[in-house]
């Protein structure tokens, strides 16, 4: 196989590697870093033929194959191996203290109570998450108010493109950033900060990336259309998968509450998540999840000294409270990472050999 005329090779193989292979998982990196990649209700969608010879694409897509040895060296400075859920710094059960963000948000808030407070601490000037959709598929959204963020709390358990946000307000010279997302997205970001010729520069910018646990994520246009056909037609308020052995996931509409078999819904997995090793987000500084068997408690990694910093200071004005994570909990979560790990293994050793 050839480029065509006009293009380039990293465009070419970021295309007939990772979109026409069915891979993407939408995260939304090539989008807004590169003009010629658009991210449109759940997709990302060509737009012209690219001739830059930097391959920026390749270089930070986590669909391309890379060497995560180095890549973890740079980050963490230290090898990938030596924990099932990546390097830490504690490991700890927390949650928000004000009642509004815990009411909002999916669980216990953390993720909600740190960006708000790191807002007023002047530690960031603005954070890019995720919004429920208005219609369309979730998407990044730049947030510089408490309000703004506490709107965006909650799961949403499909892909959102994200990352285009983050470009768009890194191309804007925008600094002090936060950035909310999903393990794929934290490689990606991490992959950013190695790449050339400007990575190491546009990643300064963001001072904290904060990760949620993921097993995989749905595709959104997949999602609506079950939804449609179950005759869901408004706009749901609220998703949640509840921790096994519960196998079901849950629609929250306003004064209703509909359960489904997970089982249908993994039907819409996304096949890149499939390929995806890192239930943690293991590149963030601060990585959050459920508490297993305690609801209104996130699991809380703090990974990386900025990350710890932050979270100390957050902690220590009083919007956050925490507890030691049952034992329990924690072996369980190092053996459901590693299940993932060797899951995505073998998935990939598939399809190398097919």
């Not at 449609?228 to 519960?246: E, H, L, M, V, W």
Request: charge should be neutral; include cysteine; glycine fraction near 10%.
């Amino acid at each position: 196989m050839s480029t065509e005329k006009g293009q380039s090779q990293g465009q070419w193989r970021l295309i007939s590697e990772v979109i026409k292979k069915g891979i993407c998982v939408k995260c939304g990196a090539c989008v807004g870093l590169c003009p010629y990649f658009s991210y449109y209700d759940g997709q990302v969608v060509v737009t012209d033929r690219c001739n830059a010879e930097t391959w920026r694409c390749v270089q930070i897509c986590p669909r391309i194959p890379y060497d995560k040895e180095s890549l973890y060296g740079l980050i963490h400075g230290e090898p990938q191996g030596k924990d099932p859920i990546g390097p830490y710094l504690k490991v700890i059960a927390a949650r928000s203290t004000d009642p509004e963000i815990r009411q909002r948000a999916q669980y216990g808030g953390v993720v909600t109570a740190l960006l708000v407070h790191a807002l007023e601490l002047g530690l960031i000037d603005s954070a890019v998450l995720t919004d429920k959709g208005n219609g369309l598929a979730p998407r990044g959204v730049l947030c510089g108010d408490r309000e703004a963020i506490v709107r965006c709390s909650g799961s949403r358990y499909t892909a959102s493109g994200a990352l285009e946000q983050l470009n768009v307000a890194l191309n804007q010279g925008k600094g002090k950033l936060a950035f909310v997302g999903l393990p794929c997205q934290m490689e990606a970001l991490a992959r950013m900060e190695a790449s050339e010729p400007d990575g190491k520069e546009r990643a300064e910018h963001v001072a904290f990336r904060l990760g949620l646990f993921c097993t995989w994520a749905l595709d959104y246009r997949s999602l609506r259309e079950y939804l449609k056909a179950k005759g869901i037609s408004g706009k749901p308020k609220r998703f949640d998968i509840p921790p096994p052995p519960s196998e079901v996931f849950v629609l929250e509409m306003e004064g209703e509450r509909k359960e489904y078999p997970l089982s249908e819904l993994r039907e819409m997995v996304q096949e890149g998540c499939k390929l995806c090793e890192d239930m943690t987000a293991e590149f963030a500084d601060i990585s959050v999840g459920t508490l297993e068997g305690e609801e209104g408690w996130n699991t809380v990694v703090v990974r990386t000294k900025r990350g710890m910093d932050l979270f100390e200071r957050v902690l220590g004005n009083g919007a956050l409270e925490q507890k030691q994570i049952p034992k329990a909990n924690l072996e369980h979560l190092k053996d459901a990472a590693n299940n993932k790990r060797l899951r995505a293994q073998q998935a990939n050793e598939e399809r190398d050999n097919g």
